[in-house]
């Protein structure tokens, strides 16, 4: 079984709607979680992360931690052109030297 | 503040050459350093990590090797580049007191 399940898309939603990204994990020993953000030809960069279940939001993005099912999710609002890129689920040990473990990103695409 | 540095940003290399990308971190000190590998549609690759100086962990036996000759700075080279060493490289470094990794802009290498 694979650590960390996420659809790799591409997902087109026209602008100003709601966006839903999701991932699955199955190690229990992950204790944070974060979403990276990756345009076309850059490196990743943190969007958002969390230690515990529930919602945390940013601006338009909510990340919600679900432990119990091992699921995360992103959801962007209000979503704009800019956010057209590949999003990545990311988890960690609860330790700095464990390495972080990240699925293969999801591709958005936001249709002005 | 902290910032990576990564460069050249792109490179071309035929096969059999020589290669060396150079990363280096400031405004930090004794970090966590990263390579990475990412195939185009595909996910991250952790090739090296590092946790201190002259310590390189390798996660993928391949044709690449690492080296920290100093504390900020991480070194990944090759010998003899294969065809299927294009890729696009990001360095990425973690500290005590931040989450996750911060990556760098990448190197995109063809090899030809």
């Known amino acids: 079984q694979k650590e960390v399940e996420q659809d790799p898309g591409p997902l087109s939603v026209p602008e100003g709607a709601i966006v839903s990204l999701n991932c699955t994990y199955s190690?229990?020993?992950?204790?944070?979680f974060m979403w990276y953000r990756q345009y076309s030809r850059k490196g990743p960069e943190l969007l958002m992360y969390?230690?515990?279940?529930g919602n945390k939001e940013d601006g338009r993005f909510t990340a919600q931690v679900d432990k119990s099912s091992k699921y995360i999710s992103l959801f962007i609002r209000d979503s704009q052109p800019s956010d057209s890129a590949t999003y990545l689920c990311?988890?960690?040990?609860?330790?700095?030297?464990?390495?972080?473990?990240f699925g293969k990103g999801t591709r958005l695409h936001i249709l002005p | 503040s902290q910032t990576i540095h990564q460069w050249p940003a792109t490179l071309v290399q035929p096969v059999g050459s020589p290669l060396s990308l150079e990363c280096t971190v400031e405004?930090?000190?004794?970090?966590?350093l990263y390579w990475y590998r990412q195939a185009a549609g595909r996910g991250l690759q952790l090739l090296f990590y590092?946790?201190?100086?002259?310590?390189i962990s390798s996660e993928v036996p391949q044709n690449l090797s690492a080296s920290r000759p100093q504390d900020r700075q991480f070194i990944l080279s090759s010998k003899k580049l294969l065809l299927s060493d294009s890729g696009f490289y990001l360095c990425?470094?973690?500290?005590?007191?931040?989450?996750?990794?911060?990556f760098g802009s990448g190197t995109r290498l063809t090899v030809v």
């Open positions: 990311a988890w960690g040990g609860g330790n700095r030297d464990d390495k972080i473990i």
């Open positions: 190690n229990s020993a992950f204790q944070y």
């Open positions: 969390t230690y515990s279940s």
């Open positions: 405004g930090t000190s004794n970090p966590n």
């Open positions: 590092s946790v201190g100086i002259g310590q």
């Open positions: 990425a470094w973690s500290g005590q007191f931040n989450y996750g990794y911060t």
